[in-house]
Nanobody, 115 residues
Framework: QVQLVESGGGLVQPGGSLKLSCATS????????MGWYRQAPGKQRELVAD???????NYADSVKGRFTISRDVAKNTMFLQMNGLKPEDTAVYYC?????????WGQGTQVTVSS
């Protein structure tokens, strides 16, 4: 059973930085694409960033220039480096991985940006 395990969420002040990790039990190349989504209360879940199996990254306009998605193939882990955090970044962040047959979701990790 494929599992995605997230870590790195927490409370940070505006302008601060945070790095999220998503460790997968499967070979990272088992997935066509992996990405980070977030959802705040009362809002739709939105794509924050994703990265394809060949390494092409895509970002939501709201985070472009502030967030960086990356992966460590040897460790089967995906990262989201978040800099210049804003209160509107506050949300539950989810790791997602899409295979040939289905997609998988992590449990979600809370990111709160507040003074």
């Amino acid at each position: 059973q494929v599992q995605l395990v997230e870590s790195g969420g927490g409370l940070v002040q505006p302008g601060g930085s945070l790095k999220l990790s998503c460790a997968t039990s499967a070979n990272i190349f088992s997935f066509n694409v992996m990405g980070w989504y977030r959802q705040a209360p009362g809002k739709q879940r939105e794509l924050v960033a994703d990265i394809s199996s060949h390494g092409t990254a895509n970002y939501a306009d709201s985070v472009k220039g502030r967030f960086t998605i990356s992966r460590d193939v040897a460790k089967n882990t995906m990262f989201l480096q978040m800099n210049g955090l804003k209160p509107e970044d506050t949300a539950v962040y989810y790791c997602n991985a899409l295979s040939q047959w289905r997609d998988y979701w992590g449990q979600g990790t809370q990111v709160t940006v507040s003074s």
